[in-house]
């Protein structure tokens, strides 16, 4: 098997193994910090011997001697992981969803504003689109079932987080922050676990929360391994299958109807990243 094969089957599986998160959180019907308390423990742990048995013992500890940048990483993280859990509990699965997909172009934003790092005219009009598909969303909310702008305004958030997330390590390339993820989970699962009890609903949800964790455990050993062998804009196509089997699975499961205002604003999102990416791609291949 080749190195790009390997990278577009790990890179998928690991996409897939995002598209349950956002149900899991509609299943467990426990207070919002509960469900993130346990979401984050179990993924952290499970990231944690993931590391410990692949990198040794030393990995967390150089990660988190990395500086600065590295903490920054592992703030945004750590804040960004119980603010998606607070989003999808305020607002519908498929406004989050299609708002997290435009965390490339907020990236692309702090990277001109944090880095100094020019903006293409390819995107501009990419920031352009995603901009009036998520005004669209927004402006739908209050027309759909399920869904509010105050949700969608945390998913805002959740996005700009993770994008200040990927900024705070570009110059941290040659090293893996796979170590700096457990640190973030489990630090924002011992802070919220002081202001809920976390123990009441584990008598009639721990195998969802197992489940819960264990999938976004894989799902983050799996990206951090697949991307190594592909390009960034294969990787960016791949995650937009996230954005479009989320909230079908949660539509299909639950029954969950995604509103025609988000419908419309997420098929702005994803076509306007889709032939953005597809560009970039064309661009990245030899005449």
């Not at 984050?40 to 410990?52: D, E, N, P, R």
């Not at 040794?56 to 903490?71: D, E, H, I, Q, T």
């Not at 901009?131 to 969303?137: A, C, D, P, T």
């Not at 802070?191 to 009890?197: P, R």
């Amino acid at each position: 098997m080749s190195d790009h094969l390997k990278g577009l089957l790990l890179t998928t599986l690991g996409v897939l193994f995002l598209v349950p998160d956002s149900l899991f959180v509609r299943l467990i019907e426990a207070e919002v910090l509960a469900i993130a308390f346990w979401r984050g423990l179990i993924a952290g742990g499970l990231i944690l011997a993931f590391v410990l048995l692949r990198e040794g013992a030393g990995a967390v500890g150089s990660a988190l001697r990395a500086g600065p940048k590295a903490w920054a990483y592992i703030v945004f993280f750590g804040v960004s992981a119980p603010g998606f859990v607070l989003a999808v509990s305020l607002t519908s699965v498929a406004n989050v969803v299609f708002i997290l997909a435009a965390m490339p172009v907020f990236a692309a934003i702090f990277s001109r504003i944090f880095l100094g790092e020019p903006i293409s005219a390819r995107m501009v009009w990419t920031m352009g689109g995603v901009f009036v598909g998520l005004g669209v969303i927004l402006w739908g909310s209050g027309a759909t079932v399920g869904a509010s702008w105050q949700g969608d305004l945390v998913a805002l958030m959740v996005a700009c987080l993770f994008a200040a997330a990927l900024t705070a390590v570009r110059g941290l390339r040659a090293r893996s922050m796979l170590p700096a993820v457990p640190v973030a989970l489990l630090g924002a699962a011992c802070l919220m676990g002081l202001f809920v009890d976390v123990v009441a609903p584990l008598a009639e949800y721990w195998p969802l929360f197992l489940a819960h964790g264990a999938f976004i455990a894989g799902a983050a050993g799996l990206m951090v391994l697949g991307p190594r062998y592909l390009s960034s804009a294969e990787v960016s196509l791949l995650i937009l299958l996230e954005s479009i089997f989320a909230p079908l699975l949660v539509w299909y499961v639950i029954g969950e109807n995604p509103g025609r205002w988000a419908l419309m604003g997420g098929a702005i999102v994803i076509a306007v990243l889709l032939v953005s990416n597809l560009v970039m791609l064309r661009r990245m291949r030899p005449a």
